[in-house]
Every structure is written in structure tokens, then in C-alpha cells.
């Protein structure tokens, strides 16, 4: 079965250090989304991107983040300077038509 | 603002014992309803969705999920719970005109020998 891979699968930086997390979707699906899991909290949707762009972002995108799909097949979520409570662990998604989303298995961010 | 709301943050049940993991949803029109798992340290799996049609939906490991539109309910359950089904589980809703899935809180489900 198809999957949406993540790497790294645990990531440790310093406070103030550049991170990207990676994601490779689906080869066929067209939406793209990245969510976050702080510890013990729920769930919270980041951005979703469609052809090439933003179409969706939540309040927790600030400038800090930026998402990339620089080639044909990797997805990029950027976090320019962490802070503390970027902590989190973050799921990549993708989907073909908007509305099934499979999952990564996520990578655990840890600031320090 | 739509919400979505898992009033169980911890249920135990005994292995063979029947489940039922309750969701409630807040939202103007019928969204797209799913629960996922999760086990320790790994990704969000589906179980399973509703979309329309037939409101008992059946999904993997034996799971299966009620949609009520008069109580705002879309309830898991699985009649015969198995140790490995230990995990933590999400309700979630998506609107059927957006793409920001919403989730709720989840369920962390222990199983007793």
C-alpha cells in the first residue's frame, strides 16, 4: 500500500537553528498538508498546498514557517529560527482529492 | 467554529469486552467524519470515514462507526476488543467544502488482560 514517508524520524536542534523536515507524499495524490502534535495535546493543522502554493494555512503559521515542494516528489516544511515550544512531532499528509488524507508516521522535534 | 469533542480522555477495558469511543461535532452542515489510531510513536491511521450513504460504516480491525445527524455523534466501536487495539484514538471532521481536517482531542484506549 502506498505511503507518505517522513525524514528524519526524530530531529534535535538548538533554539534559534534552521530545521526542514521532509515528506514525500503519495507519487499520485495532489494535496499536501502538514499538522503538528505538541506532547499530549491535540492534533492542529498547520497548511495544506495544492498547485504549487499555500491554499489553506492556521494561525500557528507564522513567518517562522515556510513549505516548499522543491521537485517533483519531496515536500518541505521549513522553521527558520525554532523556538521551545516548537517541540512537537509533525505529521505530514497528503491526498488525491482533498477529502482521504494518509498520514506519515512523523518526526519528533525536539528544541533545546 | 466548528469543534469536535471526545468526552473519554482515558477508557480501560478488558480483552474481549466489547468498545465504544464516543465523538461529537460541532458544525453547521454534515462534514466528513473519520477516526484515526495511534499507536506509541507512530503516524495517524485511518480506521475508517463517512462521506453520505449508509450511516454504519465499517472500517479495518474490526472497527466500525455510527453517524447520528440528530445527535451530532459519530460513535467507534468494536465488539470484541484485542490487546493490541491499546492505542490512542482520534475522531476527526473535515468541512465538505475545505480541507483543514479538525480533530479532537482523543481517546486513549488500555486494554486488561
Known amino acids: 500500500e502506498p505511503e507518505v514517508t517522513q525524514t528524519p524520524s526524530h530531529q534535535v536542534t538548538q533554539m534559534g537553528q534552521e530545521v526542514i523536515l521532509r515528506c514525500v507524499p503519495i507519487?499520485?495524490?495532489?494535496?499536501f498538508y502538514w499538522y503538528r502534535q505538541i506532547l499530549g495535546q491535540k492534533v492542529e493543522f498547520l497548511v495544506s498546498f495544492y498547485n504549487n502554493e499555500i491554499s489553506e494555512k492556521s494561525e500557528i503559521f507564522d513567518d517562522q514557517f515556510s513549505v516548499e515542494r522543491p521537485d517533483g516528489s519531496n515536500f518541505t516544511l521549513k522553521i527558520r529560527s525554532t523556538k521551545l515550544e516548537d517541540s512537537a512531532m509533525y505529521f505530514c499528509?497528503?491526498?488525491?482529492?482533498?477529502?482521504?488524507?494518509?498520514f506519515g508516521s512523523g518526526t519528533r522535534l525536539t528544541v533545546v | 467554529a466548528q469543534s469536535v469533542t471526545q468526552p473519554d480522555i482515558h477508557i480501560t477495558v478488558s480483552e474481549g469486552a466489547s468498545l465504544e469511543l464516543r465523538c461529537n461535532y460541532s458544525?453547521?452542515?454534515?462534514?466528513?467524519l473519520f477516526w484515526y489510531v495511534q499507536s506509541p510513536g507512530q503516524g495517524l491511521q485511518l480506521l475508517l470515514k463517512?462521506?453520505?450513504?449508509?450511516?454504519l460504516v465499517q472500517g479495518i480491525k474490526g472497527f466500525e462507526a455510527e453517524f447520528k445527524r440528530s445527535q451530532s455523534s459519530f460513535n467507534l466501536r468494536k465488539p470484541s476488543v484485542h490487546w493490541s487495539d491499546a492505542a490512542e484514538y482520534f475522531c476527526a471532521v473535515l468541512p465538505n467544502a475545505g480541507n483543514m481536517l479538525t480533530f479532537g482531542g482523543g481517546t486513549r484506549l488500555m486494554v486488561k488482560p
Open positions: 507519487s499520485n495524490h495532489l494535496y
Open positions: 499528509a497528503s491526498s488525491s482529492t482533498g477529502d482521504g488524507y494518509t
Open positions: 463517512y462521506f453520505s450513504g449508509d450511516t
Open positions: 458544525y453547521g452542515a454534515t462534514p466528513y
